[in-house]
């Protein structure tokens, strides 16, 4: 049988184990949050340098297109002048109605 002695023991023992559980567990719940907060930081970087090349390839597009556009306005520029008359035209009965 155990005596009051070992009980008292064996109670403090137990309260230390759980102490040090949950020192251990505090530990890893920070060493986890660091992790997650890496790992986002990390995916928002890649996002934001995947915009940046987006971004630069449209702009870059947009430049081409430009080009091509004022290449054919100074080639013909009574079909040039023809076409956008027609458009506004297009666009004012559309407004109108």
């Known amino acids: ?37 890496q790992a986002a930081e990390t995916r928002t970087q890649a996002a934001a ?15 081409h297109a430009r080009g091509v556009a004022v290449d054919q306005v100074r080639e013909n520029p009574l079909a040039s002048v023809a076409v956008t008359f027609g458009v506004g035209l297009l666009i004012g009965r559309l407004l109108q109605k």
């Not at 023991?9 to 997650?36: W, Y």
């Not at 971004?55 to 430049?63: P, S, V, W």
Request: hydrophobic share 35%; aromatic share 0%.
């Open 1 to 37: 049988m155990a005596t009051k002695t070992e009980t008292t023991a064996d109670n403090a023992k137990l309260q230390a184990d759980v102490d040090a559980l949950r020192s251990d567990l505090a530990e890893i719940t920070k060493t986890l949050k660091t992790m997650g907060g």
């Open 49 to 63: 340098e995947r915009i940046r090349e987006v971004t630069g390839q449209a702009r870059d597009q947009i430049d």
